[in-house]
């Protein structure tokens, strides 16, 4: 099983797939880590010194990479990474898509609370927060909406993500710790 995380900045895709991994006693992978790791250096720097579109390609060959690679894993992506480079084909071909949509506001709230604007280029030169994040969400909802299976609440828990796995008939390992059906 692959599942992959779509969604916004703030969604709760790394925390979440850190907890399906858990749940599921799979690898769990952020797709920005693999990229960071790869190029040596970290994603503001990547941005300031090659631009998003050197970016953009390297995020699509680390995620092809990673899609091919033979066993299951958790991945949770960058917020554009389903927009660029037909990235979305790729996740949903090689395996389910999860899209976190989490209400702006709350959004708003949770990048407040933090201190992450800054290893995030796009939104630490935006302007007014709600205002980026309403209109990057304009043009990447239609992207988004592709995916799988949609958590629209705002806390996606382990427990309701697998349950949507379950309505949809996805094969799933059994939950860690719990032995498998006879």
Same mark, same amino acid.
């Given at each position: 099983m692959k599942l992959y995380l779509i969604g916004m900045?703030?969604?709760g895709?790394?925390?979440l797939g850190h907890a399906l991994a858990?749940?599921?006693? /799979?690898p769990f992978l952020d797709l920005d880590a693999e990229i960071v790791a790869r190029a040596g250096q970290v994603i503001p720097a990547i941005f300031l010194q090659h631009g998003e579109a050197y970016f953009r390609k390297l995020e699509a060959e680390v995620l092809r990479e990673l899609a091919a690679r033979p066993g299951s894993l958790i991945l949770a992506t960058g917020g554009?990474?389903?927009?660029?480079?037909?990235?979305l084909t790729v996740l949903n071909a090689t395996g389910t898509t999860v899209w976190l949509d989490v209400p702006v506001?709350? /959004?708003a709230a949770r990048l407040a609370a933090v201190a992450e604007t800054a290893s995030r280029?796009?939104?630490?030169t935006a302007g007014?927060?709600?205002?980026w994040l309403q209109e990057t969400i304009g043009h990447r909802k239609q992207f988004y909406e592709q995916a799988q299976l949609r958590c629209d609440t705002a806390s996606c828990t382990?427990?309701?993500v697998a349950a949507q796995l379950a309505a949809a008939g996805v094969s799933t390992p059994p939950a860690a710790g719990l032995a498998p059906a006879a």
């Open positions: 900045p703030g969604s895709k790394t925390t858990a749940h599921y006693a /799979l554009g990474t389903p927009c660029f480079h037909d990235n506001e709350e /959004l280029p796009l939104l630490a007014p927060k709600v205002k382990p427990a309701a």
